[in-house]
């Protein structure tokens, strides 16, 4: 059976992360950041991409990466899950790496050319120009034609698409390389500002194949899905931890309120959910890292469970900070926004209860 | 310095030259089950000379899959649930040399059976607020006191018992834990019926019941300790046996789904597919649980699975009646039966619908779980508690 444990070098992976989000984007800045320009927080992610090189875990050295797998790219999204932190890691570290070792691995040879190099560095920022919201078994490339090397069309709600440098862009035939510069990007005032969506428009922008047909474009999308599991465990996990902080401070009829069992047994659920939340989400990266035969299923029951865990974390975190935690001077809606988009995000949980119909043989009625 | 203990390789050696000493289509079935509890290779994790080698708890199934391929006869576990999985870790860890060596071997290979009587009519949840009195009377105790929800006392040769020694102090210091005798005279049990119509079981009615001392396990007064270790090992034997997928209801909800297409509805689908998260979520859990127990580093996510387990079951099959329809009307038997073991998916749909429904009782409600979590695991403020330094005779009752 698939070791679902984490490894002693995960572990210091974890405190290396930790250590530096708690420097670099503490929650008040991720506040504060949510009502400035930058795309993201330039020095959380220079901490983490490239002096701790967290963005080549899943790449191999001879490519420019650490060479270790997305076992440790999940550790790492726990942690950037617990700290809401704004920075482009799922969008270029996952889903544009995990295209690009795709491509490669198809193709036989360096298709991604230094970008995979200069992505594991965290030295440039791509994004996979997809609405958001798809989820890995959507149709992809609907909305963008290609022509004599060039892109035109649309492509909406594109997550960090303002921090990208590189596009790919999936289109009829592959997956295309663009520049961002080329094309004209509009910020979206987005649900969670940690994570800001862009539309994208491509007038006849010129543009590189990396990988021929959907297959390097749906890898991407299921790996994300899997470490998206991850970031929601570790958001999951911190809400818990702040509630269970909060009441046991906070008295009301002269005792602290985390000693009435209306709310305690609340949180002996969640915290039952996150423990299982624990499990789904190592078993989704465990296989997403080796190309288990069962990574569909794993990835559409990780997102199927740990979306939902993870809003109701943030909910519970909310409803029981009471006044606190409506203002907005308190994390609780950084988490919750963060959670609920998640839960949008790269399919929703009915959408991947959907796929999991078809792949465990459970057809509708 | 002892030797390093037995890794994967070595154990499948050692079954593999036990098997060639001891034909198992040739032998006895309890004389091939006593060898092989004699050659260590019972529950390997125990210790040399108590049916172990002191091998990794992980190994097991290493084991179990040799002694399988060759055939050999099982050691029946679903008859004696309560006394692998609470009684022979509780004599394990606080029974004398002579306890040890007197109980585990014919516990283990099933020729003696186990039950637990702990609950009674006055004290559940609250274990520790228990009545039962041992008077200590020479090298003997004197048990008087009815204990309740007994199951399979109808087939137990031996209890593990807890009882008040001294009621003149607060109720956790005042018990003690002994080993009964279910033979011994003065101990009366009778079958307690069941919603589902069996009695799987029992009121134990003990009467002048005679204990030798030496059958006391831990010291005097330190009963609650012990029986602590009781309840760990419970809730952990009660949710976390090893599965594949769909191994448990789900699997039947599932066939069932796959088999009868004219009973499907787009609400049942939802539900279903549900429940399959769920079930596969606490299923990969135990899984998780397991290999934390093997590296040495049990979690505390035996509670978890235990809630899980509880409430999915529950969930299930009721979604198994109404998917059935028409047959989810009609039950197999209400007849008073005796079962001598417990499966959870055997029998009707109806059957299996009731019996869930002590999922989440039996081995501390999932109310109490709730708060054993809140407290111990996420360090939640106690329950007020009123009775803490009452003596225990002194307690309302
Ligand atoms: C199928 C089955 C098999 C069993 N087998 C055995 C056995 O072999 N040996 C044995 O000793 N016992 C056995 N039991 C008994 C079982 O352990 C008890 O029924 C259980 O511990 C609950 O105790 P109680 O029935 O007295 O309920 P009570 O403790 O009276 O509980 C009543 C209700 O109050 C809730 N409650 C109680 N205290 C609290 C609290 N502090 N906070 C919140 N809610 C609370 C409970 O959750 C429950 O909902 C078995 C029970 C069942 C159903």
């Known amino acids: 059976m698939t070791n679902l444990l984490y490894s002693e070098i995960e572990d210091e992976l974890r405190d290396g992360v930790r250590r530096a989000l708690d420097d670099t984007c503490p929650w008040t800045d991720v506040l504060a950041g949510t009502e400035k320009d930058e795309p993201y927080d330039a020095a959380a992610w220079r901490a983490v991409a490239g002096r701790l090189g967290c963005a080549g875990l899943p790449v191999p050295e001879e490519r420019g990466g650490a060479g270790a797998s997305w076992r440790e790219t999940a ?13 482009p890691f799922l969008s270029s570290a996952v889903l544009a790496t995990a295209a690009l070792l795709a491509a490669e691995r198809s193709a036989g040879d360096a298709a991604g050319g230094d970008l995979l190099a200069e992505l594991a560095e965290g030295e440039k920022i791509a994004v996979l120009a997809v609405p958001f919201s798809t989820a890995p078994g959507d149709q992809l490339g609907t909305t963008v034609g290609v022509e004599g090397g060039t892109l035109t069309g649309r492509v909406t709600s594109v997550a960090d698409g303002m921090a990208a440098d590189v596009l790919l862009v999936p289109a009829p035939g592959g997956l295309y390389a663009v520049d ?20 994208v428009a491509l007038p006849s922008v010129p543009a590189r194949r990396v990988a021929e047909g959907e297959a390097a474009a749906r890898a991407a999308l299921v790996t994300g899905a899997a470490m998206l599991a991850s970031e929601q465990l570790g958001l999951a996990e911190r809400c818990l931890e702040i509630t269970v902080e909060h009441l046991k401070t906070r008295y009301q009829f002269g005792r602290p309120v985390g000693s009435y069992q209306g709310l305690k047994h609340r949180l002996a659920d969640l915290w039952t959910s996150i423990a299982q939340a624990r499990a789904v989400a190592r078993y989704a990266a465990a296989c997403v890292a080796v190309g288990d035969p069962d990574t569909d299923v794993a990835v559409a029951l990780a997102q199927a469970h740990c979306s939902a865990v ?10 029981m900070h009471g006044g606190i935690g409506f203002t907005w001077e308190h994390p609780a809606h950084l988490y919750l926004k963060r959670a609920k988009s998640a839960a949008i995000a790269l399919g929703t949980p009915d959408r991947h209860r959907a796929s999991l119909a078809r792949l465990v043989d459970l057809p509708s009625a | 310095m002892s030797p390093a203990p037995p890794d994967a390789e070595d154990l499948r050696e050692r079954v593999r030259s036990f098997l060639a000493d001891h034909d198992p289509s040739a032998m006895d ?58 009684a022979a870790p509780t004599i394990l860890a606080h029974g004398t040399e002579e306890q040890k060596k007197r109980f585990l071997r014919p516990l283990w290979t099933g020729e003696e059976i186990w039950c637990q009587l702990f609950s009674e009519p006055g004290a559940g949840s609250d274990l520790a607020a228990l009545a039962t009195r041992a008077v200590r ?22 209890a593990i018992l807890v009882a008040r020694t001294d009621p003149d102090v607060p109720k956790h210091r005042g018990l003690t834990y002994f080993v009964c005798d279910m033979t011994a005279p003065g101990v009366e049990v009778r079958p307690l ?27 005097v007064g330190e009963g609650w300790r012990v029986a602590t270790t009781t309840l760990m ?27 009868r297409p004219e009973l499907r509805t787009p609400g049942l689908h939802d539900a279903l597919l549900r429940l399959w998260v769920e079930a596969e979520a606490a299923r990969l859990t135990g899984e998780r649980l397991r290999q934390q127990l093997a590296a040495g580093a049990p979690g505390p996510e035996g509670s978890a699975v235990k809630l899980a387990f509880a409430r999915l079951n529950q969930e299930i099959s009721g979604l198994e009646l109404e998917l059935l329809g028409e047959d989810g009307l009609r039950y197999d038997d209400w007849t008073m039966r005796r079962p001598t073991r417990v499966d959870f998916t055997r029998r009707s749909p109806g059957y299996r619908f009731l019996r869930a429904k002590g999922n989440s009782i039996e081995g501390g409600t999932s109310e109490i779980l709730r708060n054993i979590i809140a407290e111990r695991v996420l360090g939640l403020p106690g329950e007020i508690r009123v009775d803490k330094d009452v003596a225990w005779k002194d307690l309302p009752k």
């Open chain 2, 233 to 259: 090992n419970e809730r952990v034997a009660i949710g976390g046996n090893a599965a594949g997928r769909e191994d448990g209801m789900i699997g039947v909800v599932a066939r069932l789904w796959r088999e």
């Open chain 1, 180 to 199: 961002a510069a080329d094309a004209r990007r509009t910020p979206v005032t987005s649900l969670d500002m940690t994570r800001r969506l862009c539309d």
């Open chain 1, 75 to 87: 550790v790492v999204m726990e942690e950037l899950g617990r700290a809401v932190a704004p920075v």
């Open chain 2, 29 to 86: 079935r309890l004389e091939f089950l006593r060898a092989r509890f004699d050659a260590g290779l019972a529950w390997v994790h125990y210790p040399p000379g108590l049916g172990g080698l002191g091998a990794p708890r992980a190994l097991q199934p290493v084991v179990d899959e040799e002694f399988a391929a060759a055939g050999a006869p099982r050691n029946d576990p679903e008859r004696n649930a309560i006394g692998l999985g609470m």
């Open chain 2, 193 to 219: 019926r069941q919603i589902t119509g069996e009695a799987e079981f029992n009121e134990v009615f003990l009467t002048d019941v005679r204990i030798p001392d030496e059958h006391r396990l831990g010291a």
């Open chain 1, 310 to 319: 993870a809003v109701k974390a943030a909910e519970e975190c909310v409803q």
């Open chain 2, 137 to 158: 009377d020479g090298g003997h105790w004197i048990v008087n006191g009815q204990k309740v929800w007994t199951s399979m006392a109808h087939e137990a040769r031996w």
